[in-house]
């Protein structure tokens, strides 16, 4: 069976948590004093690596581009997918990139990678931007089959063809899964919404050997890092940093913070006019609910 490569690209993202949040008097966030983490939907297209590594045996590979301290975030991911190499794109020439400029170092950097990738995996969006667009520009710049969405997929190793199926969702209207197949190389947007599932002895046997494997790899990733700055990379700097992002921010402004609107009621168990009353609520709320 021939092997299969495949890439995540993640971020390293605020806590957004309540408690791990901070602003500047202006109303940006003070990333120096707001925690930071592997972001949520980076989280899950690691697990969708890790899918691809218990199924098909693949190799993986995980990138991002950051400061220094993003290496914490290759750490995460390595221990939600027990990947085989770390690295990380890291130059002062990449500060202030969008998302154009963004794809264009990740581009370069998985262009690089050892072994021709069949499979790059992002997340859905950043909770930080929200924007969504790193991912199919990437996709974009590497010449690569762009799938969104995508909430499971399954390989053909024989033919190299991966089949997806696609959560769409239109306002207004029920949801449809739609299911694609194209050739590899393709480049995935896993939905928030995947979750992996294996089913058969083998594949929970390999389940468990490759976790402890990255619990492991992880204790240790610094000795499957390697950091790469704009030279190294090759990149042309005009493509990267300020000058090669588009976009201009306007204007920011402080996101009001929202009034508190739940209250809670303690209910003694043992007092069943209580009881009846939080039954009576529960059934008008569930009753709401419920399409005739």
């Not at 930071?36 to 899950?44: D, K, N």
């Not at 599932?197 to 046997?205: E, G, I, M």
Request: proline share 4%; hydrophobic share 40%.
């Amino acid at each position: 069976m021939a092997n299969l490569n495949v890439a995540v690209i993640v971020k390293l993202e605020p806590d957004f948590s309540e408690g791990n949040v901070s602003y500047n008097a202006d109303g940006t966030l003070n990333r120096a004093e707001t925690k930071s983490i592997l972001g949520p939907h980076s989280a899950v297209a690691s697990s969708a690596a890790f899918y691809a590594k218990v199924r098909y045996g693949a190799s993986v590979a995980v990138a991002t581009m950051g400061p220094p301290i993003a290496d914490s975030a290759l750490q995460q991911a390595q221990l939600l997918c027990d990947a085989d190499e770390l690295y990380l794109y890291s130059d002062r020439m990449f500060a202030g990139a969008d998302t154009l400029a963004t794809a264009e170092v990740l581009k370069t950097g998985i262009s690089k990678l050892e072994g021709k990738m069949d499979i790059v995996f992002s997340g859905h969006r950043a909770s930080d931007g929200e924007t969504g667009q790193t991912g199919p520009q990437t996709a974009w710049k590497l010449g690569f089959t762009f799938l969104g969405n995508v909430i499971d997929y399954d390989v053909d190793m024989q033919n190299r063809i991966v089949r997806a199926r696609r959560m769409i969702s239109l306002q207004g209207f029920y949801d449809v899964v739609e299911e694609v197949e194209a050739p590899l190389p393709v480049f995935i947007a896993i939905d928030p919404s995947y979750k992996a599932s294996f089913n058969t002895v083998s594949q929970r046997l390999a389940f468990e050997k490759y976790q402890k494997e990255a619990k492991e790899r992880a204790q240790n990733y610094k000795q499957y890092l390697k950091v790469f700055n704009a030279q190294q990379l090759g990149v042309d700097p005009k493509l990267v940093g300020l000058p090669g992002s588009p976009t201009i921010v306007y204007k920011v402004e402080r996101i009001p913070k929202a009034k508190a609107s739940r209250r809670a009621e303690v209910v003694d168990g043992t007092n069943r006019e209580q009881l009846a009353k939080v039954a009576t609520r529960m059934y008008e709320v569930v009753g709401g609910m419920v399409i005739k």
